[in-house]
Every structure is written in C-alpha cells, then in structure tokens.
C-alpha cells in the first residue's frame, strides 16, 4: 500500500491550499484516514481525522479553516486549507488505517508534503 500526498506548496497568510492524498496497492477497506503535520522543530500532531463511523475531529487550531473530506471511489483524501496562517506551516503528512483482503488492518504514512505560509 502507497500513500501519495500532493498540493503542498508556498503562499502568503490568507491564501488557500487543497491537500491530496492517494492511496494504492492492495486495500481491501479503507478504515479510516487522517491528515497530521509536523512544524518545524516540534512534533508531529494530529490535524483533522475522519473515523469509521463518520465522525470528523479537527483539532482547534485549524477547526472552521481547514476541511477534511474522502472520495472512496478513488481512494482519496483532500485538506482544504483556507485563512492559513504563519503558524500552518509544516510537513502535513497522511495516514490512513487500512484493511488487506485478508482483514489484517496495518497503518500507514505518506512521505510528507511541504506547506510554507509567509507573513
């Protein structure tokens, strides 16, 4: 299984961007998914994660800017990240609880994509 992100880039404070990310490879379901981000010398924390069931968290700092949504036809989760602000910028990573035909569910991490919001 692949976790591909993309739509990561540089923009003034203010501005939007859509995170994607695609997963591949041998999914049977796909349980739940998540995006988190890891700034620049902190550790990584959780952003905004869809569960089984349908609930949506958001964490505080990015709850009524950032949107969390799934195309399960493609295998595909999008951020959408308006108002952003200095303190968005990170590497947002994604991840995804992922069950093979076989049942087994494994975790999984995308390889990161750069967000870099100026004042």
């Known amino acids: 299984v692949q976790l591909v992100e993309s739509g990561g880039g540089s923009v003034q404070a203010g501005g939007s961007l859509r995170l994607s990310c695609a997963a591949s490879?041998?999914?049977?379901?796909?349980?739940?998914m998540g995006w988190y981000r890891q700034p620049p010398g902190k550790q990584r924390e959780l952003v905004a994660r869809?569960?089984?069931?349908?609930?949506?968290y958001y964490a505080d700092s990015v709850k009524g800017r950032f949107t969390i949504s799934r195309d399960s036809a493609k295998n595909t989760m999008y951020l959408q990240m308006n108002s952003l602000e200095f303190e968005d910028t990170a590497v947002y990573y994604c991840?995804?609880?992922?069950?093979?035909?076989?049942?087994?569910?494994?975790?999984?991490w995308g390889q990161g994509t750069q967000v870099t919001v100026s004042s």
């Open positions: 490879g041998s999914i049977g379901r796909i349980e739940s």
């Open positions: 991840n995804a609880d992922i069950a093979n035909f076989a049942g087994t569910i494994t975790g999984h």
């Open positions: 869809g569960t089984k069931v349908g609930t949506i």
